[in-house]
């Protein structure tokens, strides 16, 4: 069974930096492409970031290029998304997802 | 890119009426399509996969269509449960803008 457990939300102040982490188990991870989607209160759902399945290539929103950088350790059998200067409009509940199957998502909040 | 279009944006339908969604995509996808519902607040749930695959424990009453650039997400009958916003999703990329389904 496709187990996806995310981690590494939190609070953090605009201007701030947070890692996500996604735990990967039940398939071979290198074998598949990974993403990032997120959905902001209120909102609908949005693609944010994904990566081959050699890490070879990447894809970004718009709206996030240059300040997330999505990755993967393959050895771990994990998915990462390192967000640098975060804005308010961040702030949402970030799911690792692999194709159609998702985790429970992680809750990031950006705020002073 | 490859972006996704979903319409109607919203959609007034009654108990028991069979209402269809669509979703094209702005090339071809094959059938790397899937269907989410989401209620309010709580997490999307996985209806259908690649195109016309029902996810496990989904009533029948839900199905899908298509492949390449034209997909729909067809509710046979519809129930008040049923009432809930639809997305549709290519596999690792956008999603569709959402469908609302009100009660008429």
């Known amino acids: 069974e496709v187990q996806l457990v995310e981690s590494g939300g939190g609070l953090v102040q605009p201007g701030g930096s947070l890692r996500l982490s996604c735990a990967a188990s039940g398939f071979t991870f290198s074998s598949y492409w990974m993403s990032w989607v997120r959905q902001a209160p209120g909102k609908g759902l949005e693609w944010v970031a994904n990566i081959k399945r050699d890490g070879s290539e990447k894809y970004y929103v718009d709206s996030v290029k240059g300040r997330f950088t999505i990755s993967t350790d393959n050895a771990r059998n994990s998915l990462y998304l390192q967000m640098n200067s975060l804005r308010a409009e961040d702030t949402a509940v970030y799911y690792c997802?692999?194709?159609?199957?998702w985790g429970q998502g992680t809750l990031v909040t950006v705020s002073s | 890119d490859i972006q996704l279009t979903q319409s109607p944006s919203t959609l007034s339908a009654s108990v028991g009426d069979r209402v269809t969604i669509t979703c094209r995509a702005s090339?071809?996808?094959?059938?790397?399509l899937a269907w989410y519902q989401q209620k309010a607040g709580k997490d999307p749930k996985l209806l259908i996969y690649e195109a016309s695959s029902l996810e496990s424990g989904v009533p029948s009453r839900f199905s899908g269509s298509g492949s390449g650039t034209e997909f729909t997400l067809t509710i046979s009958s519809l129930q008040p449960e049923d009432f809930a916003t639809y997305y549709c999703?290519?596999?690792?990329?956008?999603f569709g803008g959402g469908t609302k389904v009100e009660i008429k």
């Open positions: 997802t692999r194709d159609e199957r």
């Open positions: 999703q290519h596999y690792n990329g956008h």
């Open positions: 090339q071809s996808i094959s059938t790397w």
